[in-house]
């Protein structure tokens, strides 16, 4: 019960660094910190997921989107369902077809 509770404060924490990191390395590497942790239990998850406005914006980039994938791939293979995780994963399939977009169409006229 503690690691789980260290967990989801440590989710919560590095989600919360990236509203106040402005360099895209600083965003891969806390992305790469997030994608370490183990994501077991529901309440971990849920707080990656109550922190997506701090990283929304972030994932345009390459490094970062990854990592959010590879916990993407951790957080499936649990036994636990949780509606909001299913929101993250709309979100980054979203990022993931922005490169197929032609940017003349993502312009506003």
């Not at 951790?74 to 197929?100: D, G, V, Y």
């Amino acid at each position: 019960m503690k690691k789980e509770k260290q967990a989801e404060s440590i989710v919560e924490k590095l989600c919360q660094r990236f509203r106040l990191s402005e360099d895209t390395r600083q965003w891969r590497d806390i992305a790469f910190c997030l994608s370490l942790l183990p994501f077991k239990s529901e309440r971990s998850a849920k707080k990656l997921v109550e922190g997506l406005p701090f990283y929304r914006d972030k994932l345009h980039e390459e490094g970062v989107y990854a990592r959010f994938q590879e916990i993407l791939a951790k957080a499936r293979t649990l036994p636990f369902a949780l509606s909001s995780l299913i929101a993250l994963c709309l979100t980054l399939a979203f990022f993931s077809l922005l490169p197929l977009i032609p940017k003349k169409n993502l312009i506003n006229k």
